[in-house]
């Protein structure tokens, strides 16, 4: 295979892995959202986070959903969800703690807690590479004014 079509087929899987972690929804209560995706670079030995441009196979991504309670009243029970783009693999939690976690969109809960179905139809435990989809409960109010974000690290693949 060729270089350019190594890159033509990772610039596809940059601009679907952007368009799945935009597509979040704004949330009622004054509630909005800023989804932000980082790639992670090591530069003489220190690690820094720059705007996603470009993405290969084997890159460290952090996905960022920045909120901001834009209303005049607190908003509570706040729950942002967010899926994890086909093309990436989830490797774990950044700011805002461990999420709930889904393999099938359906069931969430900490990962020890969910199974997947095997080629034969055993269940076996859930990895985090079978994590689909994420979920935070901001159980804090948000007052208006106040801002705060969570965080995931993922791989592409």
């Known amino acids: 295979m060729k270089w350019s079509d190594t890159m033509t087929r990772t610039t596809a899987r940059l601009a679907a892995m952007f368009a799945a972690f935009s597509a979040v929804p704004a949330l009622a209560g004054g509630i909005t959202l800023d989804a932000r995706v980082l790639r992670v670079e090591t530069v003489a030995g220190a690690e820094r986070l720059t705007p996603a441009a470009k993405a290969v196979p084997g890159d460290h991504m952090v ?3 920045a909120y901001k309670n834009t209303g005049d009243q607190a ?19 950044g700011d805002g703690g461990e999420p709930d976690m889904s393999v099938d969109g359906v069931q969430f809960g900490p990962l020890a807690s969910l199974t997947v179905a095997g080629a034969d139809g055993s269940r076996r435990p859930a990895r985090l590479t079978d994590v689909r989809q994420l979920r935070w409960h901001l159980n804090q109010a948000i007052a208006p004014g106040a801002s705060g974000q969570v965080s995931f690290h993922a791989v592409v693949r």
């Not at 729950?79 to 490797?91: F, G, K, Q, T």
């Open 63 to 65: 996905y960022v959903l």
């Open 75 to 93: 908003a509570k029970d706040v729950v942002l969800s967010n899926p994890i783009p086909a093309d990436m693999l989830y490797r774990g939690a």
